[in-house]
């Protein structure tokens, strides 16, 4: 393998990394052979220089290829979808979207909804098909955003850690599951992600895609919406650099061969009336059941028509 201070010198100093030199990267990460420290440096590196497209791909790539990917019967293609948020305060939409996703039974006709193209009208069909599978391999809180792992801890005896194998019998049965990186899944983004909010590089767009991303390819998705915040309570403060960050998800996903959509959403109080894992969780249940803020519903019911045949690109 390369040995990382000459690769965290290349990216220090602006330069392009070579897929070959992202890939030791990730390995070190992984394996443990990298020290704390030279992973807090390429951390900084990528979040002061910046990657281009090309070293973004193949940091998601790199992350998603370092522990299994997940498979799924012949009868689930086209129907494993999932939906994810670069987070805010009182973001509880995961909870409630993923068993909402997976009673859906609407079957996409064509690409061309994907593609924005269809003047704004979905282009699906109700009709009995299986219902969707929604396979989430979410995350905790970053910076001062709540963490829909978190959320679900707060259930007494929930455990969000699941094999692929236990992951695929809860699909069977209930058809959504909502899980957290592993030894055995994602395991390079397990470190990064905490390694990222104790090293001021939570915001870093590269790093943000290839988080986000390299869990969704592990997950062998058919489809995929991201819910991208912008706002006093976001991440991204401006509609512009969350405009930005979008762009680079729906670029990277189409490249990993998953529709992939995106929708801007200002943040700026928090999403519903409850903040606090507990209270949130509460809150997602009446969403179910009908009720709950009218804010959260709405985005409850954008999100999920993206994720059942909506629109694809950014809006």
Same mark, same amino acid.
């Given at each position: 393998?390369?040995?990382?201070?000459?690769?965290?010198?290349?990216?220090?100093?602006?330069?392009?990394?070579?897929?070959?030199?992202?890939?030791?990267?990730?390995?070190?990460?992984?394996?443990?052979?990298?020290?704390?420290?030279?992973?807090?440096?390429?951390?900084?590196?990528?979040?002061?220089?910046?990657?281009?497209?090309?070293?973004? +791909? #193949? &940091?998601?790539? $790199?992350? @998603?290829?370092? =522990?299994?990917?997940?498979?799924? !019967?012949?009868? *689930?293609? %086209?129907?494993?979808?999932?939906?994810?948020?670069?987070?805010?305060?009182?973001?509880?939409?995961? +909870? #409630? &979207?993923?068993? $909402?996703? @997976?009673?859906? =039974?609407?079957?996409?006709?064509? !690409?061309?909804? *994907?593609? %924005?193209?269809?003047?704004?009208?979905?282009?699906?069909?109700?009709?009995?098909?299986?219902?969707?599978?929604?396979?989430?391999?979410?995350?905790?809180?970053? =910076?001062?955003?709540?963490?829909?792992?978190?959320?679900?801890?707060?259930?007494?005896?929930?455990?969000?850690?699941?094999?692929?194998?236990?992951?695929?019998?809860?699909?069977?049965?209930?058809?959504?599951?909502?899980?957290?990186?592993?030894?055995?899944?994602?395991?390079?983004?397990?470190?990064?992600?905490?390694?990222?909010?104790?090293?001021?590089?939570?915001?870093?767009?590269?790093?943000?895609?290839?988080?986000?991303?390299?869990?969704?390819?592990?997950?062998?998705?058919?489809?995929?919406?991201?819910?991208?915040?912008?706002?006093?309570?976001?991440?991204?403060?401006?509609?512009?650099?969350?405009?930005?960050?979008?762009?680079?998800?729906?670029?990277?996903?189409?490249?990993?061969?998953?529709?992939?959509?995106?929708?801007?959403?200002?943040?700026?109080?928090?999403?519903?009336?409850?903040?606090?894992?507990?209270?949130?969780?509460?809150?997602?249940?009446?969403?179910?059941?009908?009720?709950?803020?009218?804010?959260?519903?709405?985005?409850?019911?954008?999100?999920?028509?993206?994720?059942?045949?909506?629109?694809?690109?950014?809006?």
């Amino acid at each position: 393998p390369t040995p990382l201070p000459p690769l965290i010198r290349k990216k220090r100093d602006g330069e392009r990394l070579e897929d070959a030199e992202i890939q030791s990267f990730v390995r070190g990460v992984t394996e443990g052979t990298a020290q704390q420290g030279q992973i807090g440096a390429m951390l900084m590196a990528i979040r002061l220089r910046g990657m281009d497209a090309g070293e973004t +791909l #193949a &940091l998601t790539q $790199a992350m @998603a290829s370092s =522990g299994r990917t997940l498979a799924w !019967p012949p009868a *689930w293609h %086209g129907l494993v979808v999932d939906k994810h948020s670069t987070g805010g305060v009182g973001d509880k939409v995961s +909870l #409630a &979207l993923a068993p $909402a996703l @997976a009673a859906c =039974g609407c079957k996409v006709r064509g !690409p061309r909804g *994907w593609r %924005g193209d269809s003047g704004g009208v979905p282009e699906s069909l109700c009709s009995p098909v299986p219902p969707r599978q929604v396979p989430m391999i979410s995350g905790r809180g970053l =910076g001062h955003t709540g963490g829909t792992l978190d959320k679900l801890e707060a259930i007494p005896g929930f455990r969000v850690s699941q094999s692929p194998e236990e992951m695929r019998h809860i699909l069977e049965r209930v058809g959504c599951c909502i899980v957290g990186q592993s030894a055995e899944l994602v395991p390079a983004d397990r470190v990064l992600y905490g390694l990222r909010d104790v090293t001021a590089t939570v915001d870093s767009l590269p790093l943000i895609t290839a988080s986000i991303l390299s869990k969704k390819a592990a997950e062998r998705l058919s489809a995929l919406v991201l819910d991208v915040k912008f706002g006093g309570a976001a991440l991204y403060p401006t509609q512009e650099s969350a405009r930005e960050l979008a762009q680079s998800l729906v670029e990277v996903g189409t490249h990993l061969g998953i529709r992939t959509a995106a929708l801007l959403t200002r943040m700026e109080q928090p999403l519903g009336r409850a903040v606090g894992n507990a209270l949130e969780v509460l809150e997602a249940l009446e969403c179910l059941g009908g009720g709950g803020p009218p804010d959260l519903r709405h985005l409850v019911t954008a999100l999920g028509q993206c994720d059942t045949g909506g629109h694809g690109g950014t809006r």
